[in-house]
């Protein structure tokens, strides 16, 4: 009753004509609730073996996970009361990192260009030159934690005068696997008698430091490269917890950065962008006019689908909707899969190859760089699809009467 209840809600604030079909169903009432208690009870059987370590179930594989309990604020400044954490780059990363660090009451100090974007970011932000704000030498020379935030390109081009200042008994951070995995692109190192870490948030810096002074946290992954002092994993758990880390997971290097290169060109990005296309484009040479060609395809599914399989699975979803879109996705699904197997299958080969990250490199460092990739953004801004959206979430009642 009180599922149906629930899902009734959920269809009276839902677009969605499937779940309204679902919630006017007495029949599968019953079989919802049941399904619905079941979704809504953790899925994860925890075993607690120190107060913030837990090893979880995830879906039948055993993983370990660090919560942030465990590093409250004053067993931060105590373990890092010696050392100066010197952020490189003061990109979406450095931005959130380096505050993050700062309101947690550690030594922090940011190293950028002189005179560059990022520079007068930092002084707009509090950084002060000559106090905590420096060049990127002079800041990678007085940090003893060294925290390689540059863009991935900047990290290749850059490491010949940066190298030099990461010496034996210093930390040397990333929050990418880019530039070790492909060191023989990158030419980046693991120097003698250094810890080489990883913190890789999964998510932008500006999220990050949102979530931070809104007293949450986004989750990261955290790896070793090289443990110089044996202190290499603890001090990786606390800097993630010091960045503003919800949760901490553990992966490598090459894996951080294979399956982040594989998410952003597929469903985080690529694929998504791939299928919405194709999708508005069948519906609009059929004679669809372009707003329900829209709202078929992205305004129902980021306003009300999205955000419930981000609550309660897409397991949830399948079992919720009306018996007719049941079926037909139940239909549907596996053809999608088969089609983007191969797809996908490519795609993680040329990210292992390195041919992903060539393509990268050699793009993000051409002269007319930024020229050809505005092209390139232009076409997509003005797209029908696209400018059809803008119009279609003006619609929206939030945003009536704003432009
Ligand atoms: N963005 C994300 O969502 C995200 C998430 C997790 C991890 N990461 C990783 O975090 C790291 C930083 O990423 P980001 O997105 O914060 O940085 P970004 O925007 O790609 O660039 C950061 C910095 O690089 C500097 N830079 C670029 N070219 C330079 C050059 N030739 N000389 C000197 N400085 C140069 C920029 O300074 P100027 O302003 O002076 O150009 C800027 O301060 C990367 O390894 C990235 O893969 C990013």
Not at 7 to 26: D, E, K, N, P, V
Not at 237 to 253: M, P
Request: proline letters at 3%; a neutral charge; one cysteine or more.
């Amino acid at each position: 009753m009180a599922s149906r209840f629930a899902l009734r809600q959920l269809a009276r604030s839902s677009s969605s004509s499937i779940l309204r079909a679902a919630a006017g169903r007495t029949t599968s009432a019953a079989a919802l609730a049941s399904r619905l208690s079941k979704v809504s009870t953790p899925a994860v059987a925890s075993s607690f073996q120190t107060r913030g370590i837990k090893t979880l179930d995830f879906g039948g594989s055993k993983e370990v996970v660090y919560e942030r309990s465990d590093w409250p604020k004053e067993k931060l400044q105590e373990y890092f009361k010696n050392d100066t954490i010197a952020v490189l780059g003061y990109g979406p990363q450095g931005h959130g990192q380096s505050l993050n660090l700062k309101d947690n009451g550690l030594n922090v100090i940011v190293g950028v260009r002189k005179g560059g974007r990022s520079w007068n970011k930092a002084i707009a932000e509090g950084w002060v030159e000559g106090k905590d704000l420096f060049s990127i030498e002079e800041a990678a020379d007085k940090g003893t934690i060294v925290f390689n935030l540059l863009s991935d390109a900047a990290q290749r081009d850059l490491w010949g005068q940066v190298s030099p200042y990461i010496t034996p008994g210093k930390t040397l951070y990333f929050s990418h696997g880019f530039a070790l995995t492909y060191n023989d692109q990158t030419g980046v190192t693991t120097p003698e008698g250094v810890d080489v870490i990883l913190c890789a948030p999964k998510g932008s810096g500006f999220t990050l430091r949102t979530l931070f002074l809104d007293g949450k946290g986004l989750n990261s992954s955290i790896a070793v490269a090289q443990d110089a002092s044996g202190k290499a994993k603890e001090k990786a758990i606390a800097l993630g917890v010091a960045i503003g880390s919800g949760y901490l997971y553990e992966t490598t290097f090459k894996k951080e950065v294979y399956s982040d290169l594989f998410g952003e060109r597929g469903v985080l990005m690529g694929a998504i962008q791939g299928l919405f296309r194709a999708q508005y484009d069948i519906l609009r040479k059929n004679g669809h006019s372009p707003s329900e060609a829209f709202n078929e395809t992205v305004e129902e599914a980021t306003q009300s689908l999205f955000p419930l399989i981000g609550q309660k699975g897409m397991d949830w979803m399948f079992a919720s909707c009306s018996v007719t879109a049941q079926r037909g996705a139940l239909d549907w699904h596996q053809r999608f899969y088969d089609a983007s197997l191969p797809v996908f299958e490519e795609l993680y080969q040329k990210v292992v190859d390195g041919s992903e990250a060539k393509r990268a490199l050699d793009k993000n460092s051409q002269a007319d760089y930024r020229e050809s990739l505005e092209k390139e953004l232009a076409e997509i801004q003005e797209s029908e699809i696209w400018r059809a959206g803008k119009t279609v979430r003006q619609l929206r009642p939030e945003n009536a009467g704003k432009n």
